[in-house]
Nanobody, 121 residues
Framework: QVQLVESGGGLVQSGGSLRLSCAISGSILRINAMGWYRQAPGLQRELVANISRAGSTHYVDSVKGRFFISRDNAKRTAYLQMNFLKPEDAAVYYC???????????????WGQGTQVTVSS
């Protein structure tokens, strides 16, 4: 079983920063791409950023230059550094990872439970 646990969310003033972490545990054989998604009330879940195993990154246009995704493969952890936060960044942020396990060797997507980010204006 694979578990993703996010942390680091909270309330921050507009212009502030937060750093989200996503720790992955379980009988994991390999973790491929990892990503952060967000979902605001009434909106669809959207990809914020993702990072390949080799470290290639992709960002949605609205966060380019403000958010930075990284990962530590040895620690099985992904991070999202969020700077210059805006009220429109407020959402529940979810961690996603594509991973294979000893019991299920075809890579599958796994999700965390989400962490709330609130930005006050």
């Amino acid at each position: 079983q694979v578990q993703l646990v996010e942390s680091g969310g909270g309330l921050v003033q507009s212009g502030g920063s937060l750093r989200l972490s996503c720790a992955i545990s379980g009988s994991i054989l390999r973790i491929n791409a990892m990503g952060w998604y967000r979902q605001a009330p009434g909106l669809q879940r959207e990809l914020v950023a993702n990072i390949s195993r080799a470290g290639s990154t992709h960002y949605v246009d609205s966060v380019k230059g403000r958010f930075f995704i990284s990962r530590d493969n040895a620690k099985r952890t992904a991070y999202l550094q969020m700077n210059f936060l805006k009220p429109e960044d407020a959402a529940v942020y979810y961690c996603n990872a594509e991973a294979s396990t000893y019991n299920h060797r075809d890579p599958s997507p796994y999700w965390g439970q989400g962490t709330q980010v609130t930005v006050s204006s």
